[in-house]
């Protein structure tokens, strides 16, 4: 990895610390007026985005994506899933999809055996629960098609001011070929207001071993999405912002390593 890309992932760990230890006043109780569902038993949340950008590798150098993004729960289980479309409006349109069920161990025994009190002992607090997740990748284009399948433990960790953050450590892979390999995911949302602005930094960080032919490889899409939508009267809906694109070995290909900037626009649903 280059000095530069250090840099880059050193200045978002520096802005991940910032958000957690309230230094851009990230707190819970800036955003008290955000239909925070998901502190329910029963929760859903969708969002449309488009993004735009140049400098892509192993295809078109200018991409235009649609992502329509999913996530709902009850008490013990819950899902996510996104699909894109790739070039929507040109005649080589790709797809790329995932859906991530997951099943919430902490949340079942606190029920019939804890009395909620197994939250507050799982590591001093900072962890909140410990699922069973699964994962389900597919990828098609008119030239080929693909899919892999991963399952392991995710923990969904109690961080200040986080509107979530969890760690999911999986084991998988393409059916396709012989070897399986691990994944280790991160994401996180943290809203955040600076002055006037009101907004989240969102991401996550994807490390899938080296499986078969392919060499192991990183990914990692933060993302700084500010609301427009406040000006309008619509708080809370409407985005617009730019998310970092960093894949390292992408595909699991040796030294291709795609790094841009795309601006996105995100309308929640």
Not at 107 to 125: D, V, Y
Request: aromatic share 14%; proline share 3%.
């Amino acid at each position: 990895m280059k000095s530069h890309d250090i840099k880059i992932h050193i200045q978002l760990i520096v802005l991940a610390i910032c958000v957690w230890n309230g230094s851009v006043n990230a707190d819970a109780s800036a955003w008290n007026d955000k239909d925070n569902s998901t502190n329910t038993k029963h929760w859903s949340t969708t969002s449309v985005s488009i993004l735009n950008g140049s400098g892509y590798k192993l295809g078109d150098n200018d991409r235009r994506i649609a992502t329509f993004d999913h996530s709902s729960g009850a008490e013990f289980i819950s899902n996510h899933f996104f699909f894109d479309v790739i070039n929507p409006n040109s005649n080589f349109i790709a797809m790329y999809g995932e859906w991530h069920p997951a099943f919430n161990i902490t949340a079942l025994l606190n029920k019939f055996l804890f009395n909620e009190s197994l939250n507050q002992t799982l590591l001093f607090g900072r962890i909140k629960s410990i699922s069973i997740v699964g994962e389900y990748d597919y990828g098609t284009n008119p030239m080929s098609s693909f899919r892999s399948y991963y399952m392991g433990i995710g923990f969904d960790l109690n961080i200040p001011g986080a509107y979530y953050s969890m760690i999911n450590i999986m084991y998988g892979g393409d059916p396709s070929v012989s070897e399986d390999t691990e994944q280790v995911s991160m994401a996180w949302s943290f809203p955040f207001h600076l002055s006037f602005l009101h907004g989240e930094f969102n991401g996550y960080i994807d490390y899938i071993g080296s499986e078969s032919y392919r060499v192991s490889h990183l990914q990692s899409q933060p993302q700084l999405l500010f609301d427009v939508g406040r000006s309008m009267g619509i708080k809370n809906r409407l985005y617009l912002g730019v998310e970092y694109q960093y894949w390292h070995n992408k595909f699991g290909v040796k030294g291709i390593d795609e790094k841009l900037p795309q601006l996105i626009m995100t309308l929640k649903l």
